[in-house]
């Protein structure tokens, strides 16, 4: 049983760069969550998938910030035009559809993203 | 909105003493509670949740947590700490039918021998 993986786990750019991570969840898990986690805080929720429809954005998501998920499986997370306050370890979650309970979310280990 | 304060930033406990650590939560309904560790370059795992019934949840690890509405708290206990237990330990609030989590900021919880 393989969990969520993420990709790339490190990524080191440029201010002003596009970069791109991407996301695979546990299979079958039709729920994906994007979380931003900085230095001593702990993770803030920023987008939330169910299948391939995205149904909430934080407002921390700016303009900047998009994400997908083609066909409800893998997703991917962009940033353009990178500014060195996105630095952070980006987690990525996913969990079953229940009906009637809240879902567990389970974690991937995260995307750590430092802009110079 | 819902919230969650983790009053204690770091914590140091011998190894084989008992921990608690502290989790108020802010929210108008009953809340669904969870505590999850994280280990240097690893992700959140789960250690335990409470959604609804007993109020003493046991989770994974030894670890158990008291739900207690009245002080709006989630406190985590375990009875004897191990030295693997060195971690950031995070507690969150989630709501039904609002499927994110609210993360505290984190008590970080070191073991000397």
């Known amino acids: 049983d393989t969990g969520v993986s993420q990709n790339p786990r490190h990524k080191i750019t440029k201010r002003g760069q596009n970069v791109t991570f991407r996301c695979d969840p546990i299979?079958?898990?039709?729920?994906l969550y994007w979380y931003r986690q900085t230095l001593g805080q702990g993770p803030e929720f920023l987008t939330y998938?169910?299948?391939?429809?995205?149904?909430?954005k934080s407002r921390l998501l700016s303009d900047r910030f998009s994400a997908e998920r083609p066909k409800g499986s893998f997703s991917t997370l962009e940033i353009q035009r990178t500014e060195q306050g996105d630095s952070a370890m980006y987690l990525c979650?996913?969990?079953?559809?229940?009906?009637?309970?809240?879902?567990?979310?389970?974690f991937g280990p995260g995307t750590r993203l430092t802009v110079l | 909105a819902q919230s969650v304060t983790q009053p204690d930033i770091h914590i140091t406990v011998s190894e084989g003493a008992s921990l608690e650590l502290r989790c108020n939560y802010s929210?108008?309904?009953?809340?669904?509670l969870f505590w999850y560790v994280q280990s240097p370059g690893q992700g959140l795992q789960l250690l335990l949740k409470?959604?609804?019934?007993?109020?003493l949840v046991q989770g994974i690890k030894g670890f158990e947590a008291e739900f207690k509405r009245s002080q709006s708290s989630f406190n985590l206990r375990k009875p004897s700490v191990h030295w693997s237990d060195a971690a950031e330990y995070f507690c969150?609030?989630?709501?039904?039918?609002?499927?994110?989590?609210?993360f505290g900021t984190g008590t970080r919880l070191t073991i000397i021998p």
């Open positions: 969150a609030v989630g709501r039904f039918g609002n499927e994110k989590l609210t």
């Open positions: 409470y959604f609804s019934g007993d109020t």
């Open positions: 979650a996913s969990s079953p559809r229940t009906s009637g309970v809240f879902s567990e979310q389970f």
């Open positions: 929210y108008g309904a009953t809340p669904y």
């Open positions: 998938f169910q299948n391939e429809a995205q149904l909430e």
């Open positions: 299979s079958e898990h039709n729920r």
